[in-house]
């Protein structure tokens, strides 16, 4: 089976690497033709916390013609690059099925006012950390949900196929569930370590770090009852020891300069409990740090 892969930061070199492993053909669309070219010469690279390497043969390229024409798309780029791929799909009027791997919340928006037929959203909790533009390190198994939101509902039934010990796949019904559920997850991670600048196993280890991530918990789902038993404390513990040696997202954009994704998980994730009633004060304080330290 072909799928195309936009995005090759960690996640989507992870995904591909799982893909490419099963014998799925890949394609990467690059930003750079500088990344694009070195997959294509050299394919891509997994490193697993053991450090045992594996090499797997893609392609990759910058322009969509020379992409195949009717595979399905995971999307895994940042939420700043969503709109453009969506345009881009819209002015093509590419027919393709489009799998969107996020960490906040702000993509429902933009594709209820698409025109795109088929859609999945899925969440990845994987620990992995790309180290060049063709290296992953897979440091923590975790788990890929994927839920269809509009459209053909078993386009991506093939990747039950891929589903092992190492990258458990999990096709699941409500795509709003998982991503509320993902996007809490985040709150309850990234803005810490962001802050604190500390890796996600750090968050358990660190006695004061830990009274703020309990605190920030108990705030969170008190705000969101209706997501207590899918969301036990024991499930984000298990999230943070599982990616320990992660860094998440939004430190590693405060580390690399980049602009950290603050609006769409944790802004928006004060919007929905503002509505249900609840202020969320200390998501609100870390809300106000993190602005400050991405200096807009």
Not at 9 to 22: K, P, Q, V
Not at 273 to 293: D, N
């Amino acid at each position: 089976m072909e799928v195309v892969i936009a995005g090759a930061g960690s996640i989507g070199l992870l995904i591909g690497s799982y893909l490419a492993e099963a014998g799925w053909k890949v394609a990467f669309y690059t930003r750079r033709e500088e990344q694009a070219t070195i997959i294509r010469d050299e394919g891509i690279k997994r490193i697993d916390a053991e450090g045992n390497e594996c090499t797997f043969q893609v392609t990759a390229e910058t322009e969509i013609d020379k992409l195949p024409k009717t595979a399905p798309w995971i999307i895994a780029v940042k939420y700043s690059g969503v709109a453009s791929l969506i345009s881009i799909f819209e002015e093509r009027e590419m027919d393709n099925a489009v799998m969107f791997i996020q960490n906040g919340i702000g993509h429902f928006n933009l594709v209820e006012d698409s025109e795109l037929s088929t859609v999945f959203f899925a969440t990845v909790e994987h620990g992995a950390g790309r180290l060049d533009d063709r290296t992953v390190s897979h440091n923590g198994v975790g788990s890929i949900r994927i839920a269809p939101f509009r459209g053909a509902e078993n386009v991506f039934d093939p990747l039950r196929l891929v589903h092992s010990s190492k990258f458990p796949v999990e096709i699941v019904e409500d795509a709003r569930r998982i991503v509320l559920r993902k996007v809490l997850i985040n709150c309850m991670i990234n803005p810490l370590t962001a802050i604190l600048q500390l890796r996600n196993g750090e968050l358990l280890e660190q006695k004061h770090a830990r009274m703020l991530f309990d605190e920030l918990f108990i705030e969170i789902s008190n705000a969101f009852p209706e997501m207590q038993e899918s969301l036990p404390k024991d499930a984000i513990e298990e999230v943070c020891r599982k990616t320990a040696l992660n860094q998440s997202s939004m430190l590693k954009d405060r580390l690399n300069g980049n602009s950290m994704e603050i609006e769409t998980i944790v802004t928006a994730v004060i919007r929905m409990a503002e509505k249900k009633g609840s202020p969320l004060p200390v998501l609100k304080t870390l809300e106000k740090i993190l602005f400050v330290l991405d200096g807009r």
